[in-house]
């Protein structure tokens, strides 16, 4: 999902953030810098052919469907489907993809999807698995909107320590703040387990079940202050936003401390890691 690092994919806890601010922030800072690339990533995985049909679910701004499109042509259909009302218009606002397919976008939970059944070649969905409140009914509709033969690729987030900026940021957040003000911070990376994403599909009736890790270089041109900027779109949003100023700056102060190791010429250089599961529908 490409709104895997925020709580916009968590159909929980996402009424307590302003949603505009959330959504324009992650569109700005997070989807150039890790959802494009990501999304280049799992899209090597799927190997579109032109005329194919996707489903993103869990679309967020669109990031892996405009990319699917451009990929299976203007004879493809590709469908984006969040719960996320200020995700979607977001994406519907942005010009159609040059000689690729037009992309339709529903606002539409991961259980039940607002889609017919076998409908599709390939469903894909990018960092939104491990926010869904019930994972296995997620993979259920992703089966039921599949064709026979067809194909599924999903990214989920390896654990927080794996990721050197967000273990950081997290450090220092718990250093300046109350525990359980910090605990939804690293919800993005709460199912980090293989073995556990690969059952989820091997359980519900999906054959051919791969899982890979795979790493990915990540860069914050604008450097520290690019990154505390990006707290504006993490599930603790509200909270930074409350923050009076002298927690405030004492905050800043602490992740400028953390990620010092990860500075380089004013920008923060580090990787993201991620498994990939890859699983096919039966014919």
């Excluded at 810098?33 to 967020?60: C, H, M, Q, S």
């Excluded at 202050?225 to 009076?244: E, K, M, N, R, V």
Aim: charged share 20%; proline share 7%.
């Amino acid at each position: 999902m490409s709104t895997g690092i925020i709580a916009v994919a968590d159909e929980r806890t996402f009424t307590c953030f302003s949603v505009g601010s959330i959504a324009g922030t992650y569109q700005e800072i997070y989807v150039p810098r890790i959802f494009i690339p990501w999304a280049r990533l799992l899209l090597e995985r799927a190997a579109l052919r032109p005329g194919e049909a996707v489903l993103d679910v869990a679309t967020g701004p669109g990031t892996v469907a405009r990319l699917a499109a451009e990929q299976v042509g203007p004879q493809g259909r590709v469908v984006g489907a969040d719960f996320s009302e200020a995700m979607i218009a977001i994406a519907k606002a942005k010009p159609a993809v040059p000689r690729g397919a037009t992309v339709e976008y529903v606002v539409s939970p991961a259980a039940p999807l607002q889609v017919d059944d076998e409908a599709f070649n390939v469903v894909t969905c990018q960092q939104g698995l491990q926010f869904f409140p019930d994972r296995g009914a997620a993979v259920r509709e992703m089966y039921r909107a599949l064709k026979p033969g067809g194909r599924v690729i999903a990214a989920v987030w390896r654990e927080i320590a794996l990721q050197p900026h967000f273990a950081a940021v997290e450090a220092a957040l718990r250093e300046c703040l109350p525990a359980d003000q910090v605990e939804p911070f690293g919800a993005p990376f709460r199912w980090p387990s293989t073995a556990a994403l690969g059952a989820a599909f091997t359980d519900e009736g999906f054959a051919n079940v791969s899982v890979e890790v795979v790493h990915h270089p990540v860069t914050y041109e604008g450097g520290v202050a690019q990154l505390f900027a990006a707290l504006a779109a993490s599930p603790i949003a509200s909270t930074i936003g409350d923050l009076d100023p002298a927690t405030s700056a004492r905050l800043r102060s602490a992740v400028a401390r953390h990620l010092a190791p990860l500075a380089i010429d004013g920008q923060v250089r580090t990787q993201m890691v991620s498994n990939l599961v890859t699983a096919t529908k039966g014919t």
